[in-house]
């Protein structure tokens, strides 16, 4: 049973628009969320986290939204590059599992030129 | 350059081989683990390790083992390989859970087991 879902496989976007990635998750003792980007070839890398007492946490082009009640959060990339093209998963740890992270199958984001 | 380094980076293996993938990093990082990457599935944890002599099993160990003898160091060892092992695995390495915080990921490692 997966804990945290991320149900669009793929997303493409025009170049300058807003790229929305979402994920849920079904884990209510999760309280931290974190973002990664991948590219092919490379390892993930920490992209932008938010904690469950916030609602948003913005980071230059990179904003995260956690909806609680909703178990629901998402990525907003403003504006969107090329170079944002990758692989983005999103995870969550929980205090009581210590430091261990649990991802979700992720999204691929294309921005077309 | 200080992070995460992972060796080989490519690995064919026959049914039933052992092979230890190695992890090294150089940031002091006390907390270590170990993920499979395979299509659709996003990233699911092997092993970790808390620090130096202490490990823990993650959602799928079955087939794996690891050892923690120093900070730096957090082999993860094949004992019998299977098809199913065939994947793309990550060593991550991050400070204990203290507010904002992420773990860094080496390169990995494609391991193909025909």
């Known amino acids: 049973d997966q804990q945290v879902k991320q149900n669009s496989p793929s997303l493409s976007v025009q170049e300058g628009r807003i790229s929305i990635l979402n994920c849920d998750y079904t884990n209510s003792m999760f309280d931290y969320f974190l973002w990664y980007k991948k590219y092919p070839a490379e390892g993930p890398t920490f992209l932008i986290s938010i904690s469950s007492i916030k609602d948003k946490n913005e980071d230059g082009r990179f904003t995260v939204f956690l909806n609680k009640s909703a178990k629901h959060l998402s990525l907003h990339i403003v504006p969107s590059q090329p170079g944002d093209s990758a692989v983005y998963f999103c995870?969550?740890?929980?205090?009581?599992?210590?430091?261990?992270?649990?991802f979700g199958a992720g999204t691929i984001l294309r921005v077309k030129s | 350059n200080a992070g995460v380094t992972q060796t080989p980076k490519f690995q064919v293996l026959k049914t039933g081989q052992s092979m230890t993938l190695q992890c090294a990093q150089d940031?002091?990082?006390?907390?270590m683990s170990w993920y499979r990457q395979d299509p659709g599935m996003g990233l699911r944890l092997i092993h970790y390790s808390v620090g130096a002599g202490i490990t823990d099993q993650g959602e799928v160990p079955n087939g794996y083992n690891v050892s923690r003898s120093t900070t730096e160091d957090f082999p993860l060892r094949l004992l019998s390989a299977a098809p199913s092992q065939t994947s793309v695995y990550f060593c991550a390495s991050s400070y204990p859970r203290q507010g904002s915080y992420g773990y860094t990921f080496g390169s990995g490692t494609r391991l193909t087991v025909v």
């Open positions: 995870a969550a740890s929980a205090l009581e599992y210590g430091n261990k992270l649990v």
């Open positions: 940031m002091n990082h006390e907390y």
